[in-house]
């Protein structure tokens, strides 16, 4: 290896830990074993393979005694985002929520109902319908990825599975939408 080359990487190596990057690592849940009800199929899909490949925590059945169990419902829409001169929707945004809570074997509220919401800008043209709705797809797709990292990360949070009265994980509500970034 070249010295220009082994600067280089020693360069990029530093600056990638000065910003604070790292790895996911293994995660320590506070349970075992989890369920998880409602949520579509590819979310409950990554969702599992998260938390299985990154812990030693196994997602069960709701009827196989699970040490928790995680509610999800999701939902998804679109709101017109600017108009054209002529009235002609130029640009959407995409809204993709997901609405949470861990609930312990023994009935403790272990996360308070809680919301990750998430949203896109996506512009728009009567040209291309096709491809503008694969476009859309893929969007709410990287969206529900995004929260289920984000969700992963929150189970991880959780330190007992009878938390003292001041030690409950305080729940999450959505903050005010981000501005749109400029295309």
Same mark, same amino acid.
């Given at each position: 290896?070249?010295?220009?080359?082994?600067?280089?990487?020693?360069?990029?190596?530093?600056?990638?830990?000065?910003?604070?990057?790292?790895?996911?690592?293994?995660?320590?849940?506070?349970?075992?074993?989890?369920?998880?009800?409602?949520?579509?199929?590819?979310?409950?899909?990554?969702?599992?393979?998260?938390?299985?490949?990154?812990?030693?925590?196994?997602?069960?059945?709701?009827?196989?005694?699970?040490?928790?169990?995680?509610?999800?419902?999701?939902?998804?829409?679109?709101?017109?985002?600017?108009? !054209?001169?002529?009235?002609?929707?130029?640009?959407?945004?995409?809204?993709?929520?997901?609405?949470?809570?861990?609930?312990?074997?023994?009935?403790?509220?272990?996360?308070?109902?809680?919301?990750?919401?998430? !949203?896109?800008?996506?512009?728009?043209?009567?040209?291309?319908?096709?491809?503008?709705?694969?476009?859309?797809?893929?969007?709410? !797709?990287?969206?529900? !990825?995004?929260?289920?990292?984000?969700?992963?990360?929150?189970?991880?949070?959780?330190?007992?599975?009878?938390?003292?009265?001041?030690?409950?994980?305080?729940?999450?509500?959505?903050?005010?939408?981000?501005?749109?970034?400029?295309?």
């Amino acid at each position: 290896m070249s010295r220009r080359s082994f600067l280089t990487l020693l360069g990029g190596a530093s600056l990638l830990s000065a910003c604070g990057f790292q790895l996911r690592g293994q995660q320590d849940y506070a349970f075992k074993r989890l369920a998880v009800t409602g949520g579509v199929p590819q979310m409950v899909a990554r969702l599992e393979r998260m938390v299985e490949g990154g812990s030693d925590t196994v997602i069960v059945k709701p009827w196989e005694k699970p040490d928790a169990t995680l509610s999800l419902s999701e939902g998804q829409g679109q709101r017109t985002l600017s108009l !054209n001169a002529q009235g002609v929707v130029q640009e959407y945004e995409l809204v993709y929520n997901v609405t949470y809570s861990l609930i312990g074997a023994d009935g403790t509220l272990l996360i308070p109902p809680s919301v990750i919401a998430l !949203n896109r800008s996506m512009t728009y043209s009567d040209q291309y319908t096709l491809a503008k709705q694969s476009e859309a797809t893929l969007l709410y !797709n990287d969206m529900r !990825n995004d929260a289920v990292d984000q969700l992963t990360r929150r189970l991880a949070a959780v330190r007992s599975l009878h938390p003292a009265p001041g030690e409950q994980t305080p729940s999450v509500v959505p903050r005010a939408p981000l501005p749109t970034p400029p295309l």
